[in-house]
């Protein structure tokens, strides 16, 4: 700070003299004047040269430090020969978002889901399973919300695990996907309903090649919950799987919030090995299909990303508490979900399943997996289409309607629910046998 006022007085000093003293300030201009322009006639051309010295150097200068910034940003860029994720800069609108910030939900940024749908095919998908290790621990930073103690303990421990997204495999069977495979029945199941998978097998998801399309099936199960028979129900399974190697299983415990885990698995598994598959179809263990009504369905289906069920459009949540689908205001605020459909039984197709796989790594998981999928689809942008041969909810409201149990109106139908596997086998029967039926829906 001296330096700086002793610059300023110098300036200061170098001035004319004052106006009230004529007597030094007069005779001191005249004697000078002649030495200034001489002064200024001699050094002009140096005062150039430095000026020119100075603008050259602030240049380089300038130069240098704009190439110095352009090779810090170089540092975080891929280098030659890794291939960059598109899905990583696309991601940053769809912040996972905790049940209380509010802030705009990551299904009406409708631009920044532009943006990750188009950059879907670019990504690069799995080769194989990957996850080794299920090391996951709680996640302590929903415990001191005020929120959080006021959840029931399932939800609880929905929140402090939700961020596990990915288990080892147990059972693997990536042979079902070689080759062309037309239609792939994935079928959602746990350990003990082992007379459901037998019912299923022997009925409607019997693998086999019609016209010369393939259609194969499979079973997706998590880990046995219950802790005294968890061993002997694993080696029941194992056993299960070995007779029919058709089973594919995690190493997550089977529950109901899990179901939405069992979605993400499966979604990420066919995309590292089912890429030969057109379509697929995915439900419950306790539903009837029409395997003959879908591939119709299918041989004259000609649409982008299909995507087809017994669709709900505008489902409020439900706010009971002694409901199975009970949600809190605190996992999810808004009045509706977005459309989607009953698991019971949907069909995709094989390029969509990819699509959300990738569209599932950027929400939050959700315990309600109808629901879940919904929101993947929404944020791709694809409308589910809703079909009247779907019935997940039973053909007719009245459960004890005769209708509910008529094979001719099963006979025009592709997906009914609920059945056990009693029910299943006799309507299977009927359905097969030389049925006479006064006519036949169109299925469209």
Not at 258 to 272: G, I, Q
Not at 303 to 319: E, M, N, Q, S, T
Not at 389 to 399: E, H, I, R, S
């Amino acid at each position: 700070m001296r330096e700086q006022g002793a610059l300023t007085s110098s300036w200061a000093n170098t001035g004319p003299a004052p106006c009230g003293d004529a007597r030094v300030g007069q005779p001191s201009f005249v004697v000078r004047s002649d030495f200034i322009k001489r002064v200024t006639a001699r050094d002009r051309q140096r005062m150039y040269r430095k000026g020119s010295v100075v603008f050259f150097l602030v240049v380089a200068t300038l130069s240098t430090v704009q190439r110095s910034s352009l090779s810090a940003k170089g540092q975080f860029r891929p280098k030659r020969g890794v291939q960059e994720d598109p899905t990583v800069s696309k991601r940053a609108p769809f912040v996972k978002k905790g049940p209380f910030q509010d802030t705009r939900s990551f299904w009406n940024d409708r631009s920044a889901s532009t943006k990750i749908a188009g950059a879907l095919e670019a990504r690069a998908l799995p080769q194989t399973w990957d996850v080794t290790s299920s090391n996951c621990s709680a996640n302590p930073n929903f415990t001191g919300m005020a929120w959080f103690s006021g959840l029931e303990p399932n939800f609880k421990q929905f929140l402090l695990y939700r961020h596990c997204r990915y288990f080892p495999m147990i059972l693997n069977h990536p042979e079902k996907c070689s080759g062309e495979i037309y239609l792939l029945i994935v079928v959602k199941s746990t350990i003990p309903q082992h007379d459901r998978r037998d019912a299923i097998r022997r009925t409607w998801g019997r693998e086999q090649e019609v016209d010369g399309k393939r259609v194969r099936t499979l079973f997706l199960l998590g880990s046995p919950s219950n802790g005294q028979e968890k061993v002997n129900h694993q080696k029941l399974l194992e056993y299960e799987d070995y007779i029919y190697g058709d089973v594919l299983q995690w190493d997550f415990t089977d529950s109901f919030f899990n179901l939405t885990l069992k979605e993400t698995h499966f979604l990420k598994w066919f995309s590292a090995y089912c890429g030969g598959v057109r379509y697929v179809f995915k439900g419950d263990d306790d539903v009837f299909v029409s395997v003959p009504n879908v591939l119709e369905f299918l041989g004259g289906a000609d649409i982008k990303d299909l995507f087809v069920g017994d669709v709900l459009f505008k489902a409020k949540p439900i706010r009971k508490k002694e409901n199975k689908y009970y949600i809190p205001r605190a996992l999810y605020g808004k009045t509706h979900y977005p459309p989607y459909a009953g698991g019971g039984g949907f069909l995709m197709d094989g390029p969509l399943a990819r699509k959300l796989h990738v569209a599932s790594e950027t929400i939050d998981l959700y315990p309600i997996d109808d629901v879940f999928l919904g929101m993947c689809l929404e944020v791709l942008h694809v409308s589910p289409v809703k079909h009247n041969a779907f019935k997940t909810f039973g053909l007719v409201k009245n459960k004890t309607s005769k209708m509910n149990r008529d094979p001719c109106f099963f006979k025009s139908m592709i997906v009914v629910h609920k059945l056990l596997p009693p029910d299943l086998l006799h309507i299977w029967r009927l359905v097969n046998s030389d049925l006479i039926c006064s006519q036949k829906t169109v299925i469209q």
